[in-house]
């Protein structure tokens, strides 16, 4: 017997269908899709170009106002590549941002200048990630001020690197409406190449369970010969080198209703009640 719905339609006047007809099309599955994005880029010219090298849709993150990083994003950009901001962010080590970074102790001025001056040295910027930021990342107040700017911007997504569990950095974003995803698996942790090749291999079998995953390599020697290796193998895998941002876009088309929703009331009370970033207590300059 067809279901009830079916059913009702069978009894309307000149309604008929065989059993052929009225069964439901399968729907194919989708093909799992990874993206796999390089950090750390601007610094080492001849690193950098062997990394550009790789084949297919890689994603490439430019520390802003390093020595190469203007060329070598022109580069990518000319070569059909993604070119993103990868954006220093204060960290527990206390370690040297080095230009453009984000700290703790700025100004909500100082983070519009240094994200203003950080985009402006990189060319082709379709998005950006947080370099370090293991401590900035869990910080709401300032992960607000970020994503207010971004947000503003409206043509940028942004991807949590999750370089601590406790980051709100994604959540931040997807407050603010901003195209989002996070990190799934760090490739080159550790450099050896069979390392590599595990993190690489998880990163396949992430993306078939779930559909979609995001790796992070950097331009080392190690993980550009065993990417170089195995995305020629990627098609045996059945799945797919796509740019950060068609994950992200495939992400946002599965939930349409999310980006009309505003801030939920309970998460906007509790930003309110964060602390703001040290020493940025005073108001934004008009």
């Not at 001849?46 to 084949?55: I, K, M, R, T, V």
Request: glycine share 6%; proline share 9%.
């Amino acid at each position: 017997m067809p279901p009830l719905s079916l059913a009702l339609f069978l009894l309307l006047p000149g309604w008929s269908a065989t059993a052929e007809e009225a069964a439901p099309l399968p729907i194919a599955p989708a093909q799992p899709v990874i993206s796999i994005i390089i950090d750390d880029m601007g610094y080492q010219l001849q690193a950098g170009n062997e990394a550009l090298a790789l084949p297919g849709a890689i994603t490439y993150a430019f520390l802003p106002h390093t020595p190469h990083a203007r060329e070598m994003a022109e580069q990518a950009h000319a070569t059909g590549k993604e070119v993103m901001l990868h954006l220093p962010m204060d960290a527990h080590s206390g370690k040297e941002l080095g230009a453009g970074g984000l700290s703790l102790h700025m100004t909500q001025r100082q983070f519009q200048d240094a994200l203003a001056s950080s985009l402006a040295s990189v060319p082709h910027v379709a998005g950006l990630n947080n370099h370090m930021g293991s401590l900035l990342t869990r910080h709401p107040g300032a992960m607000d001020w970020l994503m207010q700017d971004v947000r503003q911007r409206g043509n940028l997504f942004f991807v949590d690197s999750r370089t601590t569990s406790l980051t709100v950095a994604e959540e931040l974003a997807r407050e603010h409406q901003i195209p989002t995803a996070s990190r799934d698996i760090f490739l080159d942790n550790v450099r050896e190449p069979a390392y590599i090749r595990e993190q690489f291999r998880q990163l396949i079998r992430q993306a078939k369970s779930r559909g979609k995953a995001i790796g992070i390599g950097h331009p080392y020697p190690e993980t550009i010969a065993t990417l170089a290796e195995e995305l020629e193998q990627l098609e045996a895998h059945g799945v797919k080198l796509v740019f950060t941002s068609e994950i992200i876009a495939t992400e946002q088309g599965a939930l349409p209703w999310q980006a009309a929703l505003p801030p939920s009331p309970k998460r906007v009370k509790g930003l309110k009640q964060q602390p703001a970033p040290i020493c940025c207590e005073e108001p934004v300059p008009k």
